[in-house]
């Protein structure tokens, strides 16, 4: 009997599906970005200019996602406007620098599925934070300090969610582009989880740096 090969196994993962991926991740941070300001007449993701460091950071965070969705876009183009083989335009993805050597179906597949984890992991997080949740610091209003369900496992659920949808995202679309995205995400997160746990540290004292004692910053 010959050994199964990855021939034996016909499997097709279409960009597509990295899309739709793409397209659920933003109807689910729109989603509870609205339950948010519903509850509390404020807006959840803290965007402004300042000279704050984390301020900044919601910049670069930014900044990652659309290179994710750029890549997307760089690889569908040629398909949508239906480009002729071995033109400029039919060789746009070449300018994201593609990992061929990671272009694969069940590779593909692994990415897919672990960005789903992620975003489920993701949206339950932020489910248990209620109103609570937010993107960044909020120094204007007082959040109570949430440590049960997830954040009884991790005190970042939701940017563990957020690198696990990063590492799907560069496996399901293996390239330069996708893989500095990774890496600056994975960056500024450790930076942005550090500064929030100075300011819940400042805000709520001993009770902070006892679950900080607890529980691991990660896993």
């Known amino acids: 009997m010959s050994p199964l ?8 993962i279409s960009d597509r599906a990295v899309g739709l991926l793409c397209v659920a991740i933003l109807i689910a941070l729109v989603v ?4 948010v300001y519903r509850s509390t007449q404020r807006f959840p993701i803290r965007i402004k200019r300042s000279d704050r460091l984390d301020d900044f950071i919601h910049y670069i965070l930014i900044g990652v996602f659309a290179s ?10 040629p398909s949508w406007l239906s480009a002729t083989p071995g033109t400029s335009l ?9 990992f061929t050597a990671l272009e694969s179906p069940f590779v593909r597949l692994a990415g897919l599925v672990i960005a789903g984890i ?4 993701g949206a339950l997080a932020q489910h248990q934070m209620g109103s609570n949740w937010r993107v960044g610091i909020d120094r204007g209003s007082q959040t109570e300090f949430v440590q049960h369900g997830l954040f009884a496992v991790a005190r970042h659920p939701i940017y563990l969610a ?4 990063g590492a799907g995202m560069f496996l399901a679309m293996p390239s330069a582009l996708t893989c500095a995205g990774l890496a600056v995400l ?7 989880a550090r ?11 001993e009770v902070y740096r006892d679950y900080l004692k607890k529980t691991p910053r990660w896993l």
């Not at 992620?118 to 992991?121: E, K, N, P, R």
């Not at 957020?162 to 949808?165: A, K, L, S, T, Y």
Request: aromatic fraction near 8%.
């Open 162 to 165: 957020f690198i696990g949808i």
């Open 186 to 192: 994975v960056t500024a997160l450790g930076i942005q």
């Open 68 to 77: 994710f969705f750029v890549n997307l876009v760089l690889m569908r183009l």
């Open 118 to 121: 992620g975003l489920a992991v």
């Open 32 to 35: 509870r970005t609205i339950l």
């Open 90 to 98: 039919a060789r746009l993805y070449e300018a994201a620098g593609p």
């Open 5 to 12: 090969v990855a021939q034996d196994f016909p499997l097709h």
């Open 195 to 205: 500064l929030e746990e100075a300011h819940m540290g400042e805000r709520h004292g």
